[in-house]
């Protein structure tokens, strides 16, 4: 048999699977958010107060996706937006108490699954593998 080389089919595929083994994963634990809201959220534990603009720049994301992100954590009591105090046009993001206890119930579970995908493959492997997730990345940045 011949080996698939549909590249994007392959990827796809593949992100949709772990998306989906990761939202079971964290479902069965309880963890009320999914893991781009996850990823907002950790974000914002870094580094608290950023922008709709700044959050999506991390995420490589246009500002209505994150739009959506932040309504549905602020509904959850995750975050809080506040009025930036030198443009009120715009608002800062804040992770709120409950934002972090939730992220740090996610943060084991992503942690479990990241070493789960680990399993079976060599460090070099491992490093060749992230070595071509970045440089992919890299490559398409500007789209």
């Known amino acids: ?22 939202r079971n994963q964290l479902g069965a634990a309880g963890v009320r958010i999914t893991v781009v ?3 907002i959220l950790f974000l914002l534990k870094q580094r608290d107060g950023r922008t709709m603009t700044e959050l999506s720049q991390v995420l ?28 009120r046009r715009a608002y800062l993001i804040h992770i709120t108490p409950e934002g972090l206890d939730e992220i740090e119930r996610a943060k084991g579970i992503i942690r479990s699954v990241n070493e789960e995908i ?4 060599s460090t070099e492997e491992i490093n060749a593998f992230k070595k071509i997730l970045n440089n992919l990345f890299e490559r398409f940045k500007k789209d």
């Open 37 to 39: 809201q996850a990823g």
């Open 118 to 121: 680990k399993e079976g493959f």
């Open 1 to 22: 048999m011949e080996a698939d080389d549909r590249l994007i089919f392959l990827l796809f595929r593949t992100q949709n699977k772990l998306k989906n083994h990761l």
């Open 60 to 87: 490589s994301t246009d500002n209505s996706a994150v739009t959506g992100l932040v309504d549905r954590l602020e509904k959850l009591g995750l975050i809080v937006r506040k009025m930036a105090p030198n443009d």
